[in-house]
């Protein structure tokens, strides 16, 4: 059996069923763990979620956590890099080993408020130079970090 690069794909309060299966597809077709982070908007049984996931689902690697602390708990993540509009430095200026987490909030609001001061200097952007747009969907934002990682690790 195929296996993938070694970094995990992080959604903390994951909200749309669409998006969170898209990216569960994603991390079936990269090889890599998909962590959601409870409160989940929907139920996993949600259709929407199996649709978006097409025939892909029983494959995902997925893990569920309670809270986030039950993540670190759990998990204990090598390194953790923060996806979000709030970051200020490139994901592209990132030097991503294996063992990383990209960690990424949820559609409305983004990552929980205070991990913009708690994990500050872990916050990368995806640069946006469009004039008109605060942010792209997260399914779309998880597909290009994860494959900049992806090639990151596959380029050694």
């Not at 763990?33 to 025939?55: N, T």
């Not at 670190?72 to 063992?99: D, I, N």
Request: charged share 25%; hydrophobic share 40%; net charge negative.
């Amino acid at each position: 059996m195929k296996t993938g690069v070694d970094f995990s794909i992080v959604l903390v309060r994951p909200e749309i069923p669409h998006n969170t299966g898209a990216i569960g597809r994603l991390c079936v077709g990269l090889g890599v763990k998909l962590h959601l982070i409870r409160p989940l908007g929907f139920h996993l049984d949600d259709q929407s979620v199996a649709r978006a996931g097409l025939d892909y689902w029983p494959y995902l690697d997925l893990q569920v956590h309670d809270t986030w602390e039950e993540y670190l708990a759990a998990v204990k993540p090598k390194r953790m890099f923060f996806l979000s509009t709030h970051g200020e430095t490139s994901l592209y200026e990132c030097r991503f080993e294996a063992g990383d987490a990209l960690v990424f909030g949820n559609e409305s609001s983004g990552l929980p408020k205070d991990f913009y001061d708690r994990y500050r200097d872990r916050l990368f952007k995806i640069p946006m130079p469009g004039e008109h747009a605060r942010s792209i969907n997260l399914a779309n934002a998880v597909s290009i970090a994860a494959y900049e990682c992806y090639r990151c690790l596959t380029e050694k």
